[in-house]
């Protein structure tokens, strides 16, 4: 294995870029629609499988697991992708096709013509939009920070989770509604994420082109190895995977079988599930920017996915339905001290040159034992219940951070 380059401090933005201090509100308000729009699909889709389909709980994994199988191959591809073209035009094409599936789908629900087989498509495509928005994200973050990564992620995930949490909570809507209305609506709100793109500027990615001109598989293999051979980045993707692991599965699959089987709820229910959650990462992210950061990120990062795994093994608690949501909630805390640490580490450790490739590592690292940790629950669900499913992913994360606190270096880290 090749030695891995050694991490360079982050670069200005090209000269092709305006100035960061003009773009940075419009990048941010990218991604507040954007996510607007993942968080009203977090509910339509897990309702669509639970409560339109009324699927059993093998499906309902099987479904999600659809929604997260692209991650495994085009997030990677995504990043090489982030690398090579201008990222403003990546993501309005990204935009306007993911608005265009979505209206196709509202007009499937509205015809009476959902099935199983056309959610699970559905899911694909979702899922192939999220791999390629992700890397192009990221990456433009280090073009539009202006030196302060740390600040700068933390605001970009609080712009994240706030806009998720208001279109999970404007999805509830369903219920009085319909699906198909949201449905158009969450198009909507794709559609108006081209308006803060359009005022980006192009990033200078034909100087990038002409120096990459080597297959996207190599390329593919040049982040991976940069990430494995970091002893900074390895035992930090690490444990991003154990956290897809052992968290999305309960999140996507388990939490909205519980407001079903366990508390009898519908769509606005899970709606609610779903917006706790991002709130408390809100929360949690806001307390990092009054803070001033973590100096400490590494210890900060493993006691975050701790009292994730604590506040899964107590969601399997016979809990009334406000309790369950403030759990839900202090998850959600716990989540938003993991997410902006981890961010910040492979931010501050990725070489400029493979900024896109490095970091599309991080989101495969996240999200490519999704599908696995779908199916894994939805079986779980089958054979024991949601809230028993719950406590076994709960247990085996507290395991894994016991483990990483005593034998990994992963504590230690720090700016």
């Known amino acids: 294995m090749q030695n891995a380059p050694e991490p360079l401090s982050p670069e200005p933005p090209p000269s092709g870029l305006a100035p960061a201090r003009a773009l940075y509100p419009w990048f941010m308000s990218a991604i507040g629609a954007w996510y607007g729009s993942w968080g009203m699909q977090q509910v339509l889709f897990s309702w669509l499988a639970v409560g339109e389909l009324r699927a059993d709980p093998r499906w309902v994994g099987t479904a999600q697991m659809f929604q997260n199988l692209p991650a495994l191959v085009l997030l990677l591809a995504g990043g090489v992708t982030a ?118 500027a192009k990033t200078d990615s034909g100087g990038r082109s002409r120096e990459l001109r080597r297959r996207a598989l190599s390329e593919i293999r040049e982040g991976l190895r940069a990430v494995w051979g970091s002893p900074r980045l390895r035992p930090v993707a690490l444990l991003v995977a154990s956290n897809g692991l052992f968290f999305l599965g309960p999140y996507y699959v388990l939490c909205p079988l519980i407001v079903r089987d366990v508390h009898h709820g519908g769509v606005t229910d899970l709606s609610l599930v779903l917006v706790v959650f991002p709130a408390g990462t809100v929360l949690g992210s806001l307390w990092l920017l009054v803070r001033g950061g973590i100096r400490r990120k590494g210890r900060a990062l493993l006691l975050g996915l701790l009292g994730g795994g604590l506040s899964l093994t107590v969601m399997g608690l016979p809990l009334p339905f406000p309790a369950f949501l403030g759990v839900v909630f202090v998850w959600g805390l716990c989540g938003a001290v993991f997410l902006n640490m981890s961010r910040t580490l492979f931010q501050e450790s990725a070489p400029a040159q493979l900024r896109g490739r490095v970091l599309s590592v991080y989101s495969v690292a996240l999200l490519g034992v999704a599908p696995a940790s779908n199916l894994a629950a939805g079986l779980l669900a089958d054979a024991l219940g949601p809230a028993a499913g719950c406590m076994v992913f709960g247990f085996a994360m507290v395991a894994l951070i016991a483990f990483a606190w005593g034998r990994t270096d992963v504590r230690t880290m720090s700016s």
Do not use: C, I
């Open 83 to 200: 690398d090579r073209l201008d990222r403003r035009s990546l993501l309005v094409a990204v935009h306007l096709v993911a608005a265009a599936t979505t209206l196709f789908m509202a007009k499937v629900v509205d015809a009476g013509a959902l099935s199983l087989g056309a959610l699970l498509v559905y899911g694909l495509a979702w899922g192939s939009f999220q791999s390629f928005v992700g890397p192009a994200r990221d990456a433009l973050l280090s073009d539009v920070a202006e030196g302060a990564l740390l600040r700068a992620v933390t605001t970009a995930t609080l712009v994240q989770f706030v806009a998720q949490a208001l279109g999970a909570r404007g999805a509830g809507l369903a219920e009085r509604f319909g699906s198909p209305a949201l449905l158009v609506t969450q198009a909507g709100v794709l559609l108006l994420g081209l308006v803060p793109l359009s005022r980006l």
